[in-house]
């Protein structure tokens, strides 16, 4: 399997719950990004790893938790979310040298909170 | 700080109609400069790419030229089709500290009438 590859596609949770949302690479790259796309709204950037370090976190809520366990796994930890988290959550990776290169996409989790 | 700016949509157009959907940035430093194309219930998909000024990205009919002197990166197509209804964003990259930051404008849509 190539690509960037996220599951699930679809989840609805309530707000009590506590789901996981998973990324997974298949490119060799080693920086990983979360962004949130809302209707109407533009592609918010909400973590990056770098080398599996967090470099940057833009002042997410802590009911969002990242985790990179390594290079090639991305994780978004939820918990007690809110109905405006409902969105369309994009997984992307790329390879930081020299040059900067595209980020490549994952198709996304749509997430609905009830 | 880098950004986007790129037209507001939605564009209309019928089929076989010229297409342009402008563009500008604001960076630091040297970007890299991304079309990037999304259709309805997918991730983003990069369309095409130029790294360095006067550079021509080209793909699927699509093309775009880095131009350092406007700070511009319009996309062009000579002759749309129905299956070119999508939500098209511009994009830069930067280095910085060792990572990479994508920044994304906020989608132009394209409808093209049969």
């Known amino acids: 399997e190539t690509g960037v590859t996220q599951t699930p596609r679809h989840l609805v949770m309530g707000m009590t719950n506590k789901k996981s949302l998973k990324c997974e690479q298949h490119?060799?790259?080693?920086?990983m990004y979360w962004y949130k796309q809302s209707a109407k709204k533009p592609l918010e950037l909400m973590f990056v790893?770098?080398?599996?370090?967090?470099?940057e976190n833009n002042s997410v809520p802590s009911r969002f938790s990242p985790e990179c366990p390594n290079s090639s796994h991305l994780f978004l930890h939820l918990h007690t979310l809110q109905p405006e988290d409902s969105a369309l959550y994009l997984c992307?990776?790329?390879?930081?040298?020299?040059?900067?290169?595209?980020?490549?996409f994952g198709q996304g989790t749509r997430l609905t909170v009830v | 700080g880098n950004s986007v700016t790129q037209m507001e949509g939605p564009v209309t157009l019928s089929e076989e109609a010229f297409l342009t959907i402008n563009c500008t940035y604001t960076?630091?430093?040297?970007?890299?400069l991304f079309w990037y194309v999304q259709y309805p219930g997918e991730g983003l998909q990069l369309l095409l790419k130029a790294t360095k000024a006067d550079d021509k990205g080209s793909n699927k009919g699509f093309e775009a030229t880095y131009r350092k002197e406007t700070t511009s990166f319009h996309l062009e197509k000579g002759s749309v089709q129905v299956s070119d209804s999508a939500v098209y964003f511009c994009?830069?990259?930067?280095?910085?500290?060792?990572?990479?930051?994508?920044?994304f404008g906020r989608g132009t849509s394209l409808i093209v009438h049969p």
């Open positions: 490119l060799g790259h080693n920086a």
């Open positions: 960076a630091t430093g040297y970007p890299s």
């Open positions: 790893y770098s080398l599996e370090e967090r470099v």
């Open positions: 992307a990776s790329s390879q930081v040298d020299i040059w900067s290169t595209e980020a490549f």
């Open positions: 994009a830069l990259s930067t280095i910085s500290g060792g990572s990479y930051i994508p920044t």
